[in-house]
Every structure is written in structure tokens, then in C-alpha cells.
């Protein structure tokens, strides 16, 4: 049995081929095309044609895309929405989409805040309003609204209004409408909750043409024995029906899919990951083998959301920036690149650009292209584009870190060539094998995750017993979205007190993962 992962990045697409057990076949990077899918098949075919493997063992396929931020980053393909809010009339200080950009706004046909919600200990603020939800789903439907965003003040602590508000959306819109609700997508804050459960409601269509698409081009391969799964922002994967309810966590799935083969290739646990493209190089933080995650609010295209993210910081760097050299003598590199026109552009490739990869080639630290092309480049300039490049990476390894000490740095993407072998901060840097295709192997040897998240008042259960409840329902949730129950752990347990809430109240949160059901 196999296993193919795929990542899509700006600059390339890579696959990989992965055994039972867990050894790497083959892997390739094949450049992204303008229509994905195009390139989706390219990394496919080469990546069969490389390992030779029968297509009908591949039993497991993993796709990481960035499909769904390129969506909300270009507002292209986002579907109309209708906004419902329940809080009234204690939120209407401040209405839905109200900081959004104009552009984006479009989206929503309708949107209306009705009575409902609770305070912040968990008591009813008001009864919901249900004649004026089944008026405003009324509204959606006679103008062809096919998608609905829910939230309501403090479902974080209780969500009864939330899902009697999509029961009744169902009954008057149809079975087949798609309802984003928010207590299912974000935590705490109800306007950045509200956000994420927008943006989610919008992202339907972009994720039922990726899903599909990508199982039919795996059948157009004869790939037809294959579970298809999406990997998802926080290291771990989803079913194609999971993607498609949820498709706002398939954001960020990149950078989470490079750390988590960083990890798997170097067998360490705890290090910062630095991954290099042909555009940008992000960096994150693996903990206990799996992405740390961000406590502080995203912003995705503009939009000012609070749910599950990886501590990520990206700066525009990789193989393809375009090194100058300004009249003062100072060189700089990126922020802007050639991109996936590398080879095209890039001086190696007999282009008439001076890049990043260029200026590697010319100190003997990586074999790419015609390194003769290269050779009347001054050595002092690119001594200095190597220092600028140095600089801009280890000011982010700073930015990553939470202590002095310095930390074990991994080096992966394609880009990766670039860099140097010492860097400041980093108590050892290494490069393991496969580094280029580490974003596929992370897909490829995902798990499967669950996550439990609630305000939990001690004074009513005590600690000890919620927390081993926590942790019971976080281990079910990863066995229902398709972990094998026996491999189940958890890895990763928050225990916070808020001093503002009434009691002795704590915001426990619970991650469980597990191996994927064969």
C-alpha cells in the first residue's frame, strides 16, 4: 500500500510516493501551472513514472493547497452569503463586515443581527428570535443565497442558539443549503469569530471545485482504490467532506505540511523550520512533532479572524528574489521575484536576472543550471547578498523564538540552497534528505486530529475529572474524522483561568492525534 502527497506552492507543485511503511519512494517537484490542476497531474505523472508503483496500491492520497487563500487574498470564486447574528440588541453597536474592505463586502446579499445570546457566564441575554431568522432565511432564499454564516454572542460558552438558528435555516432554505456556524470554527471574540465564520461561509464553492477536482484527476490517472483527504492548518488531515464544510481550515496547510516533514525527515521534535520557495520562505515552530500554534488573531486578505492557525512568519525571500546592487554599494534581496519563471529568468538558466539562486550557484553552494553563466558576477557583490540574506533569516529565527537559547534549525523547500550553513541563533543547523519535498511528505504522513475547546467552571466539576473528560472527547472527535482509536494521543493540553469571568473558570482546550484508518 502507498501513499501519495501533494502540496501546491506558488513556484512548484511537489508529490511524493510514501510506503507502508512510511519510506520515501519517490518524490518530484513539478512547476504550478496557472490552472492548478495542470500542474497537480504533471507532479502526479512524474512521480509514477519515477517510482513505477501500480497505480491501484496507492490506497491514501493527501492534498495540500493554497487554493482558498488565493481565493480571499485575489476575491475571486467566493460565493454570496447571508449573515445572520444573534445578539441583539446587545451587539448592534457594531454590525457585521464593519472594517471589511468594499471589495470584499460584495459578498454578502444580506445580513441582520436578531435577538439571542447568552452573557459571558453561559445565562441567556435574550430568547432567540426565531420568526425573524425564518424571516431573513426567507429573504436569502428568494434571492439565491445558497450559503449562510451563524454566529451569536458567547457560543463559545454555549452554542444552543447557534444550532437551533441552522436547524431552522434547513427547514426554510432546504437540506442542501451550507451553514457556517461559529462556534465550530472560532474561539473567543465574537467579531474575528464572526469573520472566520464568513469567510468559511463564502469558501463552499472554492472548496467543492478543489475537492472534486482533485479526485477526479486522480481517477484520470487510475488512481481509483485511493481515500482522498485535504490537509489542514494545524498539521493534521480531513476527509473531502470535512474540507467542504470547513474549507477556512485548509488555510495555511503549506507551511504546517513542511513542518511536519521537517520533522519526520530530521526526527526531531522541537525545532524552528525554516522553509524556502521560489517567492517567500515561512518559518514556524515544531512542538512536540507538530506546528505550534498561533494565540494572537490572523489576518487573511484583510480580514481580521481568531481561529486555529500556526505561528507562522513569512518575509519575502527565496530562490527566485531578485538580488540589486544600489549605487551606495548596498545589495539587496527580494522582496519581489521571478517566481515559478526561474528558469526563464534566472541567470543560471540564460536568463538576464540576477537571483538569489544565482548568487548560490556563484559561491559553490549549490550545482544548478550552467554555473559558467554566472561567473562575471563580482564575488564581492555576492558575498553581500549572502550576508543580506542571512541577516533577513536570522532577524525571523529571532522573531520565532521565545527564550534566548539559541534552537535547532531545519532547512527545507527547494529553495532552501540559498542559505547558509551558520546562521545566528540557531544552535545547529541542518538539512535533511528530501529537504525540497518536505511539504509533501508532511502531507503524506499527516494524522489525524481532534479538538476540544470549552469554558469549564471548576466550582461546578472539578479540575481533575473535566480534564479527563476534555481529553475523552477530544480522542472520540479525532476517531470520528478517521484516526484509529489505539493510536490515538494527546499532544496538546491547555489549562488558561480567566480572572474576568465569574467563579473559578478556566478556557481548557484539548488536542488529541492519531494514525489514519487504512
Not at 92 to 121: C, H, K
Not at 422 to 435: I, N
Request: glycine share 10%.
Amino acid at each position: 500500500m502507498y501513499k501519495l502527497g501533494i502540496d501546491v506552492g506558488g513556484t512548484n507543485t511537489d508529490a511524493v510516493l510514501i510506503d507502508e511503511n512510511l519510506n520515501i519512494v519517490a518524490d518530484i517537484k513539478h512547476p504550478t501551472s496557472g490552472d492548478v490542476y495542470d500542474g497537480i497531474l504533471g507532479a502526479v505523472r512524474a512521480v509514477l513514472e519515477q517510482s513505477g508503483v501500480d497505480r491501484t496500491q496507492i490506497h491514501q492520497a493527501m492534498l495540500g493547497t493554497t487554493q482558498c487563500t488565493n481565493a480571499i487574498v485575489e476575491r475571486k470564486h467566493l460565493a454570496p452569503i447571508g449573515i445572520l447574528r444573534i445578539g441583539a440588541p446587545a451587539t448592534t453597536g457594531i454590525l457585521p463586515m464593519v472594517d471589511w474592505a468594499e471589495d470584499i463586502q460584495r459578498i454578502a446579499v444580506g445580513s441582520t443581527v436578531i435577538g439571542g445570546g447568552f452573557e459571558y457566564d453561559g445565562k441567556e441575554l435574550a430568547p432567540l428570535d426565531e420568526a425573524a431568522a425564518k424571516t431573513f432565511y426567507l429573504d436569502m432564499k428568494a434571492k439565491g443565497v445558497k450559503s449562510i454564516a451563524i454566529s451569536c454572542v458567547f457560543s463559545t460558552v454555549r452554542n444552543d442558539h447557534e444550532l437551533r438558528a441552522a436547524e431552522l435555516c434547513k427547514e426554510v432554505m432546504g437540506e442542501d443549503v451550507h451553514v457556517s456556524i461559529s462556534s465550530e470554527i472560532g474561539s473567543m471574540g465574537l467579531i474575528e469569530r464572526e469573520n472566520a465564520t464568513i469567510l468559511n461561509a463564502a469558501l463552499w464553492q472554492v472548496a467543492e471545485r478543489f475537492t472534486e477536482g482533485f479526485a477526479k484527476s486522480l481517477e484520470g490517472e487510475g488512481i481509483t482504490n485511493a481515500d482522498v483527504y485535504l490537509s489542514q492548518n494545524d498539521g493534521t488531515l480531513m476527509t473531502m467532506e470535512h474540507a467542504r464544510r470547513y474549507p477556512i481550515l485548509t488555510i495555511a496547510c503549506g507551511p504546517t505540511n513542511s513542518i511536519r516533514g521537517a520533522s519526520y525527515l530530521s526526527q526531531l521534535q522541537n525545532a524552528i523550520v525554516i522553509d524556502v520557495g521560489g517567492t517567500t520562505t515561512d518559518l514556524g515552530v515544531i512542538q512536540n512533532g507538530f506546528p505550534r500554534e498561533s494565540s494572537v488573531a490572523a489576518t487573511i486578505g484583510g480580514v481580521r479572524t481568531n481561529f486555529r492557525m500556526p505561528d507562522v512568519v513569512s518575509i519575502g525571500l527565496g530562490g527566485g528574489s531578485i538580488v540589486r546592487e544600489k549605487p551606495d554599494g548596498t545589495v539587496t534581496v527580494g522582496p519581489d521575484s521571478v517566481g515559478y519563471e526561474i528558469t526563464k529568468h534566472a541567470l543560471v538558466f540564460g536568463g538576464d536576472v540576477l537571483t538569489a539562486t544565482d548568487i548560490a550557484v556563484r559561491l559553490g553552494m549549490a550545482d544548478v543550471g550552467d554555473k559558467t553563466l554566472v561567473e562575471s558576477v563580482p564575488l564581492e557583490l555576492a558575498q553581500k547578498a549572502l550576508t543580506a540574506i542571512g541577516t533577513l533569516v536570522e532577524d525571523a529565527i529571532d522573531a520565532m523564538k521565545v527564550s534566548n537559547t539559541d534552537s535547532d534549525v531545519i532547512l527545507v523547500g527547494g529553495g532552501s540552497i540559498i542559505l547558509p550553513d551558520h546562521l545566528e541563533g540557531a544552535a545547529t543547523v541542518l538539512k535533511p534528505e528530501h529537504f525540497g519535498c518536505a511539504n509533501a511528505i508532511g502531507s503524506a504522513i499527516s494524522k489525524v486530529s481532534g479538538t476540544y475547546e470549552k469554558l469549564i467552571d471548576y466550582h461546578e466539576i472539578p479540575r481533575e475529572q473535566a480534564l479527563e473528560r476534555a481529553k475523552t472527547e477530544a480522542i472520540d472527535i479525532a476517531v470520528e474524522a478517521g484516526a484509529i482509536r489505539e493510536t490515538v494521543e494527546i499532544i496538546e493540553v491547555e489549562d488558561v483561568p480567566l480572572a474576568y469571568y465569574p467563579g473559578n473558570t478556566n478556557r481548557v482546550k484539548i488536542k488529541a492525534a492519531g494514525n489514519l484508518r487504512g
